[in-house]
Structures are given as C-alpha cells and as structure tokens.
C-alpha cells in the first residue's frame, strides 16, 4: 500500500515559468514532509520542508504548500530554471516514528531553455 | 556541511558472493539508514540504526544484514547476494532534535550482480 504518491511520473516546463509537482499521502499520522531534488548520479540532497501545523513555507524559488484536509502538499518553484532539472521526491515522517521517512517513486522536471 | 561517504560508487559482483557496501558520516549523527532505490519504485527503506549496536528493519529487509560497531559508520550487507539485488544503494544520516527529521545521503552505490 503506497501512502506517499506522485502520481505525476514526469513535467516538463520552459525555463521563467512555474513547475508545480504534487504530492498525495493516505496516512492521518503523518505530520511532517519534505521534498528532495535527486540529480543522476548523485544522492538526493533536502530541499524544503513543512510541519503539518503550518500550511505553507517558503524559501527563496522554492514554496511548499500543504493541504490537510485534502491530504495533498506541492512544491512550486518559481522561476524555473535549467538547472532545476531533476528527480523530486516527496517524503512523509509519521507522528513518533521519529526516524523512518516514507517516499514517493519521484517526478522527473525537465525545465527546457 | 554533512558529509555521507559511500565506500564504492560502482560495484560488480556475482550472484552468492557475500556483499559489503560501507558508509560513514562525518557529522556525528545518531541516525543512519540504507535504502534501496529502483526505477519506478522510488526509495525504500531497507534498515536503519538510532545508535550504535542498534539496529530495526524497514520495509524490505529481506536478503539483508547490517552492522554499525561505531557511531559513524553503517554497513549494509548482503549474506548472498542474488540478480533481484541489482540497485543502486543510498546512505541517509540525521542528526538529533528537530534535526532528525532531516536526512542527508551519500552519493550512492550501484550494485550489479551478476
């Protein structure tokens, strides 16, 4: 049973424009969620997260907004740019697990110049 | 800046050898957890470590061991390993407090059994 789904496996935006990537989740108990950017090769590496007593936070391009009652959150990045071409994961960290994130499978964005 | 070193960023090995694949972070963390990532299915969690000697399995243990002697350092190990273990293998560690619940991973290690 997936709880964390992306169900958008890629987006392509041009460059300037807004990428918007979503993310659903089944489980009530989870309270805290992050994104991560994953370039080939390389680690995923934290980009932004939110605690599920606030709604939205924001830094610099990057702004996640988080949907309780829907069960929904997104990243917006705004402008895009090239080099934000990557693999996000959104993952979720359940209520006392105090350790273990669950992921999505990832969306692939590819910002075109 | 949090450091995750993995030993190896290619490995190729044949289907029982015993697989070590090795990480350590530089940061001090409590925390270390070994993933698996494959196409289609994202991350998942194999076994993670709170401290040291500690040890509880994620969502797919199955085929798999791990170690953690020192604080730093977090093996994961594969006892036999099999074709259905061909991945590519993610350290993640996380630090105390409000920071645990960020984790920081190595570059990854992608295994090819043969």
């Known amino acids: 049973d997936q709880q964390v789904k992306q169900n958008s496996p890629s987006l392509s935006v041009q460059e300037g424009r807004i990428s918007i990537l979503n993310c659903d989740y089944t489980?009530?108990?989870?309270?805290?969620f992050l994104w991560y950017k994953k370039y080939p090769a390389e680690g995923p590496t934290f980009l932004i997260s939110?605690?599920?007593?606030?709604d939205k936070n924001e830094d610099g391009r990057f702004t996640v907004f988080l949907n309780k009652s829907a069960k929904h959150l997104s990243l917006h990045i705004v402008p895009s740019q090239p080099g934000d071409s990557a693999v996000y994961f959104c993952?979720?960290?359940?209520?006392?697990?105090?350790?273990?994130?669950?992921f999505g499978k990832g969306t692939l964005l590819t910002v075109n110049p | 800046d949090v450091k995750v070193t993995q030993s190896s960023r290619y490995l190729v090995k044949r289907t029982g050898e015993k697989v070590f694949l090795e990480c350590v972070q530089d940061m001090d963390h409590e925390n270390m957890f070994w993933y698996r990532q494959d196409p289609g299915l994202g991350l998942r969690l194999i076994y993670f470590s709170y401290d040291v000697k500690m040890k509880e399995k994620g969502d797919i243990p199955e085929g798999y061991s791990v170690s953690r002697e020192k604080k730093e350092r977090f093996s994961l190990i594969l006892e036999s390993a099999s074709t259905n273990q061909t991945s590519m293998y993610l350290c993640?560690?996380?630090?105390?407090?409000?920071?645990?619940?960020?984790?920081?991973f190595g570059a990854g290690t992608r295994l090819s059994v043969l």
């Open positions: 489980n009530s108990m989870f309270d805290y």
């Open positions: 993952a979720a960290r359940e209520s006392g697990s105090n350790y273990k994130l669950t």
């Open positions: 993640a560690s996380s630090g105390p407090g409000e920071a645990k619940n960020i984790q920081y």
């Open positions: 939110i605690s599920s007593i606030k």
